[in-house]
T-cell receptor, first 115, second 116 residues
């Protein structure tokens, strides 16, 4: 069975500071991993994904995440926060039972950016 | 591409009334998903379809909930009768399956349902 744990329901940073959102997963097979972002009153948007290959993946808006198998982690980072990054971020993991790749989402982390 | 289109954006209804939420997936996408988002439970998968066929409805909370996909371009989620605890944001998402590559979902903007 697959599961996702996002550490911290809220993360607060100052504008220009490093953003680090933590995600740990549990999966019985090599996983596919995703980060989604949700802005107020909108649906989730795919930020980046890891399937196979390079473990450091880059996404939109300057975000990147690194797949660390030994730590079962897929933390999301951005070197310098911008006010527009304030949103809810969701980590997701999917396996392949029957080829469906249906992801399990974490509970989300709200990123707050202070001026 | 207009993306996944959901209607209505907001729905306020009285307890006991029937509610129908609508979704138009992206053309060419093979999978359609219905999710419910609440503060208490986060994002819950209710049901998903593959090529218009319901594959897994184990997330549908009760018999009051039903979903259909009569064709590749339209799906509905119906709640009858509605109850205050059904108040949530309901999202529709679609995905194209291509071989072994798992594409991410494309979500609609959601329907905010309030049952009073």
């Amino acid at each position: 069975a697959q599961s996702v744990t996002q550490l911290g329901s809220h993360v607060s940073v100052s504008e220009g500071a490093l953003v680090l959102l933590r995600c740990n997963y549990s999966s019985s097979v090599p996983p596919y991993l995703f980060w989604y972002v949700q802005y107020p009153n909108q649906g989730l948007q795919l930020l980046l994904k890891y399937t196979t290959g390079a473990t450091l993946v880059k996404g939109i808006n300057g975000f990147e995440a690194e797949f660390k198998k030994s730590e079962t982690s897929f933390h999301l980072t951005k070197p310098s926060a911008h006010m527009s990054d304030a949103a809810e971020y969701f980590c997701a993991v999917s396996e392949k039972p029957g080829g469906s790749y249906i992801p399990t989402f974490g509970r989300g982390t709200s990123l707050i950016v202070h001026p | 591409d207009a993306g996944v289109i959901q209607s209505p954006r907001h729905e306020v209804t009285e307890m006991g009334q029937e509610v129908t939420l609508r979704c138009k997936p992206i053309s060419g996408h093979d999978y359609l998903f219905w999710y419910r988002q609440t503060m208490m439970r986060g994002l819950e998968l209710l049901i998903y379809f593959n090529n218009n066929v319901p594959i897994d409805d184990s997330g549908m909370p009760e018999d009051r909930f039903s979903a259909k996909m009569p064709n590749a371009s339209f799906s509905t989620l119906k709640i009858q009768p509605s109850e205050p605890r059904d108040s949530a944001v309901y999202f529709c998402a679609s995905r194209k399956w291509a071989g072994e590559t798992a594409y991410g979902y494309t979500f609609g903007s959601g329907t905010r349902l309030t049952v009073v």
